[in-house]
């Protein structure tokens, strides 16, 4: 029998007003948690690498999962350019992409709303939404950002061992 202590693959809900909210929350801090290991020890001197024109760096890559957690705050960047590419973003340390993403998440976090409203459709010009929906993207979204993540650390460091 092992010693080490064994791993606990369970959903524990972030305070919130309705548990069923908390649970989406832990989810979105679980993979948040999952996009800073995917991250750690990478050069902080190639935050804005790029591997050509059309790719975007990992500085740029952490700016729009924040940006699109919470585009109304935070973000003097347009998400994107006139070719539809995520708009470059250079010039910050990627601390500073790090600590943005560390705000965006802890106004998320302390958003209290009753399950009426979590299921409430907003009526928005281009579309419909829920805000429980909007938490699923958001998931969706940082996960699919986070294999990005991963092929450009790989690029990176070879560009770097060159």
């Known amino acids: 029998m092992s010693s080490e202590p064994k791993e606990q693959w369970v959903v ?7 548990e ?3 649970r989406w929350l832990w989810a979105m ?5 999952r996009t800073l290991r995917a991250i750690v020890d990478f050069p902080p001197t190639l935050g804005d690498w790029r591997p050509n024109e059309q790719e975007s760096s990992l500085g740029t ?6 940006d699109i957690e919470a585009d109304y705050a935070l973000f003097p960047y347009p998400t994107r350019d006139r070719q539809g590419h995520l708009t470059h973003v250079p010039g910050f340390g990627l601390e500073e992409h790090l600590e943005r993403l560390a705000t ?4 998320l976090l302390t958003t209290q709303m009753p399950l009426v409203a979590w299921r409430q459709v907003r ?3 281009h579309y419909d939404v829920t805000p429980e929906w909007v938490l699923h993207h958001l998931l969706q979204h940082e ?4 294999s990005q993540i991963g092929a450009l650390r ?3 460091e070879r560009h770097e061992a060159q």
């Open 61 to 66: 890559l952490l700016y729009h999962i924040a």
């Open 123 to 125: 009526l928005m010009e």
């Open 29 to 33: 801090q679980d993979a948040r948690q």
């Open 143 to 146: 996960a699919e950002h986070r």
């Open 104 to 107: 965006v998440r802890g106004l």
């Open 20 to 22: 069923e909210i908390g």
């Open 154 to 156: 790989i690029q990176a």
């Open 12 to 18: 524990v809900p972030v305070p919130s007003v309705e």
